[in-house]
Every structure is written in structure tokens, then in C-alpha cells.
């Protein structure tokens, strides 16, 4: 599957093209009614079993990456694991910005972007969400759709 994932992005991006200067990165938790090896208490889910899948898509929404976890864990450990699925894409371009959710909204988070040369477009806690989405409209719509089809 690896392989086949990486034939097809490499195939997409020189038919059509991936714009993988803006990134975005989100959790999304999902259930997983027969369990498996990193399902877990899902916290929305009166305690049922869940899985949490943190998602990289490119500035169009094409997924690049996704990481399993349980669904009580945090966004906020999964993001590096989640970029580390960019590896099969080189070269990749000088300046990236990544795009997160409030959840991430820490100086952790931000040491972890900068040690990786990467440009940080944070949410920030405490603040009214901006009438626009920004960039991470992307990232949310493929969790929705990855959702509705199973």
C-alpha cells in the first residue's frame, strides 16, 4: 500500500500538480465498533471504541498522510508522526506553512514546526475563530468526506 500511495501522489503531482506550500493538519475521531490494535475509548462516544486519525492534506485537500491513534489521545503528539509521512515526497519546496486548529495552539508545537524549517498558521486559543477559515477548510472537509464513506 505504501507503495501504491506513493505512485499515485508522485502521479498526481506531475499530471495535475500538489501544492504543498500550505499544509494543513487536523485529528478527527472515528468509530471502530470491532476495535483493532490502537482503538480506544472514544470520548464522545460514551466510552465505545474509536480511533483518532490525524490527517496532512495539501492546499487542495489531497491527503498526503494519516496516522491511527485511540481516540482519547490529544492532537498535539500525533503531529509529528503525521508530518513524517511527507518523507516519500522530496524535494520538497524551502518555506512551508503548516495550518492547525487551536488544539495545537502552544510554544511545543511551535519549537516542533520550526526544527523542521516550517512556517506555523496557529488558531489562536482565547480568540474568536475568523470569519473565513483560512486555509484549513481543507483539512476538515476531507476528514467529513472520509467519514461519510467509511
Not at 51 to 74: D, F, M, Y
Not at 83 to 105: C, E, I
Not at 129 to 148: I, K, Y
Amino acid at each position: 500500500m505504501a507503495t501504491l500511495q506513493t505512485i499515485v501522489l508522485l502521479g498526481y503531482g506531475l499530471m495535475i500538480g500538489l501544492e504543498v506550500v500550505d499544509l494543513a493538519v487536523d485529528g478527527c475521531i472515528t468509530k471502530a465498533p470491532c476495535g483493532g490494535e490502537v482503538a480506544g475509548r472514544s470520548p464522545v462516544d460514551r466510552g465505545k471504541q474509536g480511533l483518532k486519525r490525524s490527517t496532512l492534506v495539501e492546499a487542495q485537500g489531497i491527503p498526503l498522510g494519516a496516522v491511527a491513534a485511540p481516540a482519547n489521545r490529544h492532537d498535539s503528539p500525533l503531529l509529528d508522526p503525521t508530518l513524517d509521512t511527507l518523507a516519500y515526497l522530496a524535494p520538497l519546496p524551502q518555506s512551508m506553512t503548516v495550518h492547525l486548529d487551536r488544539g495545537d495552539d502552544s510554544q511545543v508545537t511551535r519549537d516542533r514546526l520550526s526544527q523542521r524549517g516550517l512556517g506555523a498558521a496557529i488558531a489562536e486559543k482565547g480568540k474568536p475563530a475568523p470569519l473565513t477559515a483560512s486555509q484549513r477548510w481543507v483539512v476538515e472537509r476531507t476528514n467529513a468526506w472520509t467519514n461519510a464513506h467509511k
